[in-house]
């Protein structure tokens, strides 16, 4: 994973929870009050059910069937939504009716008073028992209209309905009360008679759903569990973001500070960490590389210039030490001898520094930003300047190169240089290739001998001390190339010498 998407996931999940909780809590409020409207639709329905097969003149209930017909069963769906559900005013108090209620409802009420009297001491429901004109047939409804409440009308017209309705008698209790909704509604249902397909007569039940607050202490064992899953989504979380940020970045401290100091190894890049993390592993092992080839380079290189200048320069002080002891009683030629010595050592020195700031230079060369060279005149310079016969086999239309011209000119130079001072009196350049192109030059000279292969590109490697030369040339061409990311490379060629220079096209 990337770090963005861990931080992105532990980000948004921390964001999330109050927005989590918040709608946890309401869903869990709806689910309670959805609860209470499926029981008084079952008590209701259970209630009709008793009415209905007492009516006076009600047809005899008939045996289900062995096999019932699609449509036998009619499930009644929980309705209200208390997020989105409109919650009505208190139920006000019914007006007296001036007719009397219906006597058969009075007669089928007073059969159903014991099972409505048992049935709420168990449920807690408010019932009422109204008859085909909503007018209440028994206890304290008794001849009250109710007809003007929409749920009863809706119960008139054959329809069972429930509305939320604020509750009156509901005082808070707890200070945090004011979190729930439905601790100040109360539920009511209305549910119809029905006898022979006609409308008899109204249940009209009404109860306050459960508590939230009482709900959530009775399902106290799921809550724990939730709670301890979220801890739990929390720990994990927490173990990704050290697995793969938090100890890799520790670890790869410790590693810098080792090598900072000297020692040290590099650990290795950890399965579990970001894939940043990892590139920054990468290229942390890259840079410690880096570092140590360039450290060995730096101690190579600070000996071998140590060695190239004590030699001229202990030649110049042993010829001084004897000028200044013995300059009375030399004569005129070995004055001049031990002079053409110091001036020989002087100018080495010179060379040797001047070579050496040539190498700097282009150790310290950086890519040229849209560099082009075409490659004819470059070429054709350093042929003029090498005092070389040298054959030319470059194409009409060779591709240009993403190497400045200068460096082509100053690298062909040193190696047709090279060629003339080892003893060739001839040499070939031919081009080959287009992307990348490909520089081949090779000399009529002795060759280089095997056992100087391996070190021909080290810097003060040279065959040619004793008749002045440096052994830089080589190296600074590679160096000037490694600049615009091309390479010279020493190839086999049947006599004489061969180099090959690799050039990115432009």
Known sequence: MRLRTILFGVLLFVAAMPGIGAISLRVYENTLVRQTEAELVAQGAALAAVASVTWPGAPRPQARPAKPPEGYYRPEFTTIDLTMGDVLPERPPPARSRRPPDPEAVAVARQLNPIV???????????????????????????????????????????????????????????????????????????????????????????SPRALFRGL??????????????????????????????????????????????????????????????????????????????????????????????TPLA???????????????????????????IAGDSERLSQLVTRLLDLARAEMASPEAGAVA????????????????VQLDLPREASPVAVPAATIEAVLTILLQNSRQAGATAARITATGSDPVIFTLTDNGPGIPAADRQRLFEPFFTSRRAHGGTGLGLPIARSLLAASHAKIELVEAGQGAAFRLTLPRA
């Open 117 to 207: 009297e048992r049935t709420l001491q168990t449920t807690l429901a408010s019932v009422y028992i109204l008859d085909r004109r909503g007018i209440g047939v028994a206890g304290p409804g008794l001849g009250r209209d109710f007809s003007r409440l929409p749920e009863v009308r809706r119960a008139l017209a054959g329809q069972p309905h429930t509305v939320m309705r604020e509750n009156g008698d509901y005082h808070p209790q707890y200070r945090f009360e004011w979190l729930s909704r439905a601790s100040a509604i109360r539920l009511h249902h209305a549910r119809p008679i029905i006898v022979g397909g006609r409308v008899k007569g109204v249940l009209l039940l009404s109860r």
């Open 217 to 310: 202490y009775e399902d106290r064992g799921k809550i724990v569990l939730t709670v301890g899953v979220i801890f739990g989504v929390l720990v994990l979380l927490s173990g990704l973001v050290a697995r793969g940020v938090t100890l890799p970045i520790e670890r790869l401290s410790a590693a810098s500070r080792e090598v900072a100091a000297g020692g040290g190894e590099i650990p290795r890049t950890p399965r579990t960490a970001a894939i940043e993390i990892r590139a920054l592993y990468e290229d942390f092992r890259a840079m410690a590389e880096r570092i140590e080839r360039r450290s060995g380079y730096l101690r190579d290189f600070a000996a071998a210039v140590s060695h190239e200048f004590k």
């Open 315 to 341: 030649g110049i002080t042993g010829a001084v030490e004897l000028l200044q002891d013995h300059f009375e009683t030399m004569s005129p030629g070995e004055r001049r001898r031990f002079l053409d010595n």
């Open 374 to 389: 075409d490659l004819d005149e470059p070429v054709r310079r350093a042929i003029d300047a090498c005092g070389l016969a």
